[in-house]
């Protein structure tokens, strides 16, 4: 079972902040289109162009993991288990604290695929746990927006947390 990395030490330059956001959002984009396809309903087939996108993703992801990894440390570590609200909330802390440092950088565009997957783990983290799902707050169309919505699915998580304890 992968443990959910904590943020590095020290702090991270400009443009390696820049870097992970961009590889953090494809990466959401790859696990999104793969979850997609694994909850399709069977007598929906899945077409070429939706294989085909989903291979071009984990493709582009792949490179820019290798790319970031070459050129960073520490490295970006991928396959984490957001499945609890003990990893999911500090997970949303992280990331917002990542989007923190670009919010007003026009380089890096809202992370809408990362909301998703986080939208998408606290989904099924509510129905496993038969636990009041997280209302996503709209419009989020911002960075800020996106910040915002991080922080209250980090509290909603640790209030599920509570809850079960």
């Given at each position: 079972?992968?443990?959910?990395?904590?943020?590095?030490?020290?702090?991270?330059?400009?443009?390696?902040?820049?870097?992970?956001?961009?590889?953090?959002?494809?990466?959401?984009?790859?696990?999104?289109?793969?979850?997609?396809?694994?909850?399709?309903?069977?007598?929906?087939?899945?077409?070429?162009?939706?294989?085909?996108?989903?291979?071009?993703a984990f493709s582009v992801?792949?490179?820019?993991?290798?790319?970031?990894?070459?050129?960073?440390?520490?490295?970006?570590?991928?396959?984490?288990?957001?499945?609890?609200?003990?990893?999911?909330?500090?997970?949303?802390?992280?990331?917002?604290?990542?989007y923190l440092q670009v919010?007003?950088?026009?380089?890096?565009?809202?992370?809408?695929?990362?909301?998703?997957?986080?939208?998408?783990?606290?989904?099924?983290?509510?129905?496993?746990?038969?636990?009041?799902?997280?209302?996503?707050?709209?419009?989020?169309?911002?960075?800020?927006?996106?910040?915002?919505?991080?922080?209250?699915?980090?509290?909603?998580?640790?209030?599920?947390?509570?809850?079960?304890?």
């Amino acid at each position: 079972m992968s443990a959910t990395p904590e943020m590095p030490a020290r702090p991270l330059s400009p443009a390696q902040v820049i870097e992970l956001c961009l590889l953090v959002e494809m990466e959401a984009r790859w696990e999104n289109l793969r979850k997609e396809r694994a909850q399709t309903p069977v007598a929906r087939s899945l077409t070429i162009e939706d294989l085909h996108a989903a291979q071009k993703a984990f493709s582009v992801f792949r490179t820019r993991l290798a790319a970031y990894n070459k050129s960073y440390s520490p490295p970006h570590v991928t396959d984490l288990l957001l499945n609890y609200p003990n990893r999911l909330g500090p997970w949303c802390r992280r990331m917002r604290d990542l989007y923190l440092q670009v919010a007003n950088d026009s380089r890096v565009p809202c992370p809408a695929q990362l909301l998703e997957k986080a939208f998408r783990c606290a989904d099924g983290m509510a129905g496993r746990m038969g636990k009041e799902p997280f209302k996503r707050p709209v419009p989020l169309d911002t960075t800020q927006a996106a910040i915002t919505a991080l922080e209250a699915l980090a509290q909603w998580c640790e209030n599920v947390a509570r809850i079960a304890a």
